[in-house]
């Protein structure tokens, strides 16, 4: 686990006693340097967007959080055991899930979580792209290391689904919808995507990065013209400024808790939920491969995330991947 900083210390001080000023004097005592360092990190916190008063003869006050993913503020109050416990955080990124992939090669800790204000290149599957304006969304990446077989690994797409859907409920109120394979949509709109890649031998994946894309605060000026009848965001369905970071901090402590009880229990449980909370099942679609195409009606997702149609000609045929319009 990260251990903060003096800069850290201060400011968690300042959060415990937002109602009063902090003297100066007290925090050189505490924390064993002079009253100018204190002031110098004090300016460090202001830099980086917290708004603290400070007042010649009472101290500091913390005013103001910037709405921002810094690691201080993603795990403060983050209620995981390891998931988001090592966090690299920027303000740009190309795409989480490459820096993600990246730190792979190493030795990195099951459940790190690389997030960035903004990516220039934030990518969906097959290569598209997705987009990632700043200072509005939560565009982050999660590492695991599920000793699953890597034919098992769209459980973890579903497991995530859930879980943002789960944390969507508890932060706004708002009812989302799971759409196979990969996308949480409101009201007929995708608010949320999320893209799976693997590290994996013959048998057993090493590696799964969960790259997870939420359109929070994002207006609908943000949001690329193509994909304006498409795409939502938070803010847009509820009207109001939705705290990203309570929202990550939901998320988190949701995947964990799927996939410890995915280890435990089994997919059983979640394909039940999944299925509970889809927008796909029972419907006319066309799901468009890469190579071929099929419409028929929706009937069933199984075991391993396949989707199930009834083709027009009555044969069943089973769809591993695609999109489904
Ligand atoms: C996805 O792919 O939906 C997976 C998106 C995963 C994004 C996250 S962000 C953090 C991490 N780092 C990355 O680089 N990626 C992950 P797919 O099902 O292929 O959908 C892609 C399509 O969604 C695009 O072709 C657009 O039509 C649409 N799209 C792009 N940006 C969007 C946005 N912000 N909101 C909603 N739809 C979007």
């Given at each position: 686990?990260?251990?903060?900083?003096?800069?850290?210390?201060?400011l968690?001080?300042?959060?415990?006693?937002?109602?009063?000023?902090?003297?100066?004097?007290?925090?050189?005592?505490?924390f064993?340097?002079?009253?100018?360092a204190i002031?110098?990190?004090?300016?460090?916190?202001?830099d980086?967007?917290?708004?603290i008063?400070?007042?010649?003869?009472?101290?500091?006050k913390l005013?103001?959080?910037?709405?921002?993913?810094?690691?201080?503020?993603?795990q403060?109050?983050?209620?995981?055991?390891?998931i988001?416990?090592?966090?690299?955080?920027?303000?740009e990124?190309?795409?989480?899930?490459?820096?993600?992939m990246?730190?792979t090669?190493?030795?990195?800790?099951?459940?790190s979580?690389?997030?960035?204000?903004?990516q220039?290149?934030?990518?969906?599957?097959?290569?598209?792209?997705?987009?990632?304006?700043p200072?509005?969304?939560?565009?982050f990446s999660?590492?695991?290391k599920?000793?699953?077989?890597?034919?098992?690994?769209a459980?973890?797409?579903?497991?995530?689904?859930?879980?943002?859907?789960?944390?969507?409920?508890?932060v706004?109120?708002?009812?989302?919808?799971?759409?196979?394979?990969?996308?949480v949509?409101?009201?007929?709109?995708?608010?949320?995507?999320?893209?799976?890649?693997?590290?994996?031998?013959?048998?057993?994946?090493?590696?799964?990065v969960?790259g997870?894309?939420?359109?929070?605060?994002?207006n609908?000026?943000?949001l690329?013209?193509?994909?304006?009848?498409?795409?939502?965001?938070?803010?847009i369905?509820?009207k109001?400024?939705?705290?990203r970071?309570?929202?990550?901090?939901?998320?988190?402590?949701n995947?964990?808790?799927?996939?410890?009880?995915?280890?435990?229990?089994?997919?059983?449980?979640?394909?039940c939920?999944w299925?509970?909370?889809?927008?796909?099942?029972?419907?006319?679609?066309k799901?468009?491969g890469?190579l071929?195409?099929?419409?028929?009606?929706?009937?069933?997702?199984?075991e391993d995330?396949?989707?199930?149609?009834?083709?027009?000609?009555?044969?069943?045929?089973?769809?591993?991947?695609g999109?489904?319009?």
């Open positions: 686990m990260r251990k903060p900083d003096k800069e850290e210390q201060i968690t001080l300042l959060k415990t006693s937002r109602e009063n000023y902090v003297s100066g004097e007290y925090l050189s005592r505490k064993g340097i002079s009253r100018t002031w110098k990190h004090v300016h460090a916190l202001m980086q967007g917290y708004k008063d400070s007042q010649a003869n009472a101290g500091y005013l103001v959080l910037p709405d921002k993913v810094l690691a201080a503020e993603i403060y109050g983050l209620e995981t055991v390891y988001g416990q090592e966090l690299y955080c920027f303000n990124a190309g795409s989480t899930n490459e820096l993600a990246k730190l090669e190493g030795a990195v800790s099951e459940g979580v690389v997030i960035a204000e903004r220039s290149a934030g990518k969906g599957r097959l290569g598209r792209k997705w987009s990632s304006p200072g509005t969304g939560l565009w999660v590492i695991l599920p000793k699953i077989h890597p034919q098992h690994s459980k973890l797409t579903f497991i995530s689904g859930l879980a943002v859907l789960d944390a969507i409920k508890t706004t109120g708002l009812k989302a919808g799971l759409k196979w394979p990969n996308d949509l409101l009201n007929g709109k995708k608010v949320c995507g999320i893209l799976a890649e693997i590290k994996a031998g013959p048998d057993v994946i090493k590696y799964q969960l997870i894309g939420v359109n929070v605060n994002l609908k000026s943000e690329p013209e193509s994909l304006r009848g498409l795409a939502t965001s938070l803010s369905e509820t109001m400024e939705v705290p970071i309570k929202l990550l901090q939901e998320i988190l402590k995947i964990e808790a799927g996939y410890e009880l995915f280890k435990k229990e089994g997919f059983n449980p979640f394909l939920r299925k509970e909370n889809n927008v796909t099942l029972n419907k006319e679609v799901v468009s890469l071929e195409s099929f419409e028929g009606l929706a009937l069933d997702i199984d995330c396949a989707l199930i149609l009834r083709l027009r000609s009555g044969e069943k045929k089973r769809v591993l991947s999109d489904v319009s």
